[in-house]
């Protein structure tokens, strides 16, 4: 997939969006989503999404990308208070050669621990959705 084209309504996120298939909800606003990855590089990784289509960073009208980073800046706030990881890392991929695979834009924070390896990208296993729960729960109670 290039970096320009159609959205595709049926990509993972836009049914997230639809409330078609379960998810550990972080955070809600009238421009962003907050979730939990289903596939986690580190415990806790956190997804920011905009709510309008886009399908990456040259997608969106700066001000909704606004309303995202500003988003992630606070979500991540939250995920370091909640777990006090070693460091944060933010990442966002831009079409597949870049490694992107889900075509809805979307910021990972993925919280470092010192005593555990992170996975790469696109190497997560699939998380239990009581853990995501609650460790969503956590990262919502510290916003
Ligand atoms: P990317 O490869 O940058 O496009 O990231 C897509 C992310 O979406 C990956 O980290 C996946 O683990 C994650 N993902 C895929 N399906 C789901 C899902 N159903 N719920 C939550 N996260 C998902």
């Not at 997804?47 to 991540?76: C, H, M, W, Y």
């Amino acid at each position: 997939m290039s970096l320009t084209g159609k959205y595709d309504q049926q990509n993972i996120f836009a049914k997230i969006l639809r409330g078609e298939i379960p998810y550990a909800k972080v955070y809600e606003d009238e421009h962003i989503l907050a979730f939990m990855d289903a596939f986690p590089q580190s415990p806790c990784h956190t997804l920011v999404i905009p709510k309008k289509p886009s399908r990456n960073l040259f997608d969106i009208e700066p001000q909704q990308l606004t309303a995202v980073i500003t988003g992630v800046q606070k979500i991540s706030a939250a995920v370091e208070k909640a777990f006090s990881p070693d460091g944060i890392i933010i990442t966002q991929f831009n079409g597949e050669a870049a490694g992107q695979t889900v075509f809805h834009l979307h910021f990972h924070i993925i919280p470092k621990f010192p005593e555990l390896t992170m996975q790469r990208h696109g190497r997560g296993q699939m998380a239990e959705m009581n853990v995501l729960l609650e460790q969503a729960e956590k990262i919502s109670a510290a916003l």
